[in-house]
């Protein structure tokens, strides 16, 4: 009697600036020989960089290509998906960090402009659910800018109160759940990793302080405090105070359109990863998700985790993960780390080099 195959499941996260979801779920499937292992793969993401392709797949989405601004409002091309009257947005399409220059980042100035205008075109074409994946932007101006945009491109007076999006509904997809203001707020955790220096950090809170007592006093009530208002600069905060969104976690949401759990029945190994993981990787973020989906079915297959970077490995492993893999332990001398075929080869060794000796 021929040998039952051993089912694989692969959902990888990007790894920033270097391989997609996709292309690190492909490295990896690549150390598997067909004649012995069913393997699956899934384009995962929890709404940060790579969420426009993940969830477009997932909904069977059509690319739409939209003219935009980068924060510093240059000229550029985005994208976003459309399913139906389902819009899916990745904000980071028009105002992404990875856009701006180094030595030109600076939140003071960066504006969440271009967000508005990838709104504007899903609204065009009668969109009547966004879904908003919120992360991995240079701006910190708590959706000012696009509010502008959407202000510019939907009304003719110039008005916030004549912006109707009546029967529009907003669904946030974010792993972020910081308030817009204080220490654990858009501006003191964010702000840095954009460019601010203590002084803008200052600056910006003291920009977003106002504007959200301003908002308040306009809408009757403060989404300041809520949780994910200080996601992508503050956007987060824009689309809870005058969209009336709804946060969820990205991942959760993706893995219900995937229908994730049931494709997990019957599983012996599962094989997920990111590029950098440490400790915050148990704080909901995907590699983290994926552990809970795949601990609690009644199959109980073993998890792998694999990163460009870990640290914290023996929280990791009590967290669940059987294994926890450098894919740079075959990295060779004066080879970049973020050069894409050489991550392809690292990821994809690193897997058949413990399926040789693993049992599962």
Aim: some cysteine; proline content about 2%.
């Amino acid at each position: 009697m021929e040998n039952k195959k051993k089912k694989v499941v692969i959902a990888i996260d990007s790894f920033k600036g270097c391989l997609t979801s996709a292309e690190a779920n492909a490295a990896a499937s690549r150390a598997f020989d067909d004649r012995e292992y069913d393997v699956s793969t899934f384009s995962v993401s929890d709404g940060g960089d790579g969420m426009l392709d993940a969830f477009a797949n997932a909904w069977n989405a059509k690319t739409v290509e939209v003219p935009t601004h980068d924060a510093l409002m240059r000229h550029r091309t985005g994208n976003i998906a459309i399913a139906g009257d389902t819009a899916i947005i990745e904000v980071a399409q028009s105002v992404g960090l990875s856009f701006i220059e180094p030595e030109q980042r600076n939140p003071l100035v960066a504006t969440s402009y271009g967000v508005g205008e990838l709104i504007a075109e899903a609204l065009h074409r009668c969109c009547k659910h966004l879904i908003i994946g919120l992360g991995g932007t240079a701006t910190s101006d708590c959706g000012i800018g696009m509010l502008h945009a959407l202000i510019d491109r939907m009304t003719h007076s110039g008005n916030i109160d004549d912006l109707k999006l009546d029967g529009v509904d907003v669904t946030l997809a974010t792993d972020v759940g910081n308030p817009l203001l204080g220490s654990d707020g858009a501006a003191s955790v964010f702000g840095p990793q954009k460019g601010a220096s203590p002084e803008m950090v200052f600056q910006l809170e003291h920009r977003a302080e106002t504007f959200s007592r301003l908002s308040a006093k306009h809408c009757g009530r403060d989404e300041s405090k809520t949780a994910g208002a200080g996601a992508a600069g503050g956007l987060g905060y824009a689309f809870l105070q005058f969209f009336d969104a709804r946060i969820i976690s990205g991942a959760d949401l993706l893995f219900s359109q995937l229908n994730f759990d049931k494709k997990l029945e019957g599983c012996d190994l599962v094989i997920t990863g990111e590029g950098s993981a440490d400790r915050q990787t148990l704080m909901g973020k995907l590699p983290q998700k994926v552990l809970e989906h795949a601990s609690k079915s009644a199959d109980n297959p073993v998890a792998w985790l694999i990163a460009g970077k870990t640290e914290d490995e023996d929280e990791l492993r009590e967290a669940g993960f059987t294994r926890v893999i450098n894919i740079n332990e075959f990295l060779k001398d004066g080879e970049d780390p973020m050069d894409k075929d050489i991550a392809r080869r690292n990821i994809e060794q690193s897997v058949a080099s413990r399926i040789r000796f693993e049992r599962f």
